[in-house]
C-alpha cells in the first residue's frame, strides 16, 4: 500500500538557520498539506496546497514558511528563519480527494 | 470559528469493558467529523468519518448534530486499542479539506 513519506526523520538546527523539511506524497494524489504539532499539544493546519498553488493557510503559516512542489513529486516546506518556537512534529499529508487525509510519519524539527 | 474539544486527555478502561471517547465540536456550517488514531511509534492514520457510517475494528460514532458530539465507541475494548485519539473536524465543501484537531485522547487498555 503506498505511503506518504517524510526527509529526514529528525532535524536538528540552530536558530536563525533555514529549513527545508521534504515530504513525497501518494503519486495520484492532488491535495497537499503541512500540519505541526508543538510537544504535548493538539495537531495544528499549516498550509493546504492544489494545483501549485497555496489553497489556504494558518495564522501560523507567516512570511517564514513557504511550500514548493519543486518536481512534480516532492512537496517541501521551508522555514527561512528558524525560531525556538518552531520545535515541533511536522506531518505532511496528501489526499486524493476531499474526504481522507494520508498522513506522513513526521518529522521532528529541534531548534537550538 | 472551527474548535474540536477531547476532554478527557487521557482514558484508562479494562479489557473487555465499554469504552467511549468524547468529542464535541463548534462549527456554523455542516462539518465532516472524523476519527484518526495514533498507534505506538505509528503515523496517525484515519480510522472512521461520520459520512461512511461504517464500523471499524469495532468502533462506531455517531455524529450528534442536536449535542453537536461526535463520540467514539466500542463496546469490548481489546489491548491493541491502545493508543492515540484524534478527533478532527473540516468544514470546506470543496478543494482541500484542513483538518482542525482536539488535543487528542490516549487510551490505556489494561489487561
Known amino acids: 500500500e503506498p505511503e506518504v513519506t517524510q526527509t529526514p526523520s529528525h532535524q536538528v538546527t540552530q536558530m536563525g538557520q533555514e529549513v527545508i523539511l521534504r515530504c513525497v506524497p501518494i503519486?495520484?494524489?492532488?491535495?497537499f498539506y503541512w500540519y505541526r504539532q508543538i510537544l504535548g499539544q493538539k495537531v495544528e493546519f499549516l498550509v493546504s496546497f492544489y494545483n501549485n498553488e497555496i489553497s489556504e493557510k494558518s495564522e501560523i503559516f507567516d512570511d517564514q514558511f513557504s511550500v514548493e512542489r519543486p518536481d512534480g513529486s516532492n512537496f517541501t516546506l521551508k522555514i527561512r528563519s528558524t525560531k525556538l518556537e518552531d520545535s515541533a512534529m511536522y506531518f505532511c499529508?496528501?489526499?486524493?480527494?476531499?474526504?481522507?487525509?494520508?498522513f506522513g510519519p513526521g518529522t521532528r524539527l529541534t531548534v537550538l | 470559528a472551527q474548535r474540536v474539544t477531547q476532554p478527557e486527555k487521557l482514558l484508562s478502561v479494562f479489557k473487555g469493558a465499554p469504552v467511549e471517547l468524547k468529542c464535541n465540536y463548534s462549527y456554523s456550517g455542516s462539518p465532516e467529523l472524523f476519527w484518526y488514531v495514533q498507534y505506538s511509534r505509528q503515523r496517525l492514520q484515519l480510522l472512521l468519518r461520520h459520512i461512511s457510517r461504517e464500523s471499524i475494528k469495532g468502533f462506531t460514532a455517531d455524529l450528534n448534530k442536536g449535542e453537536t458530539s461526535f463520540h467514539l465507541k466500542k463496546p469490548f475494548a481489546q489491548e491493541e486499542d491502545s493508543a492515540m485519539y484524534y478527533c478532527a473536524l473540516s468544514g470546506r465543501i470543496q478543494g482541500a479539506q484542513k483538518l482542525v484537531f482536539g488535543q487528542g485522547t490516549r487510551l490505556t487498555i489494561n489487561p
Open positions: 503519486s495520484n494524489h492532488l491535495y
Open positions: 499529508a496528501s489526499s486524493e480527494s476531499r474526504f481522507t487525509q494520508y
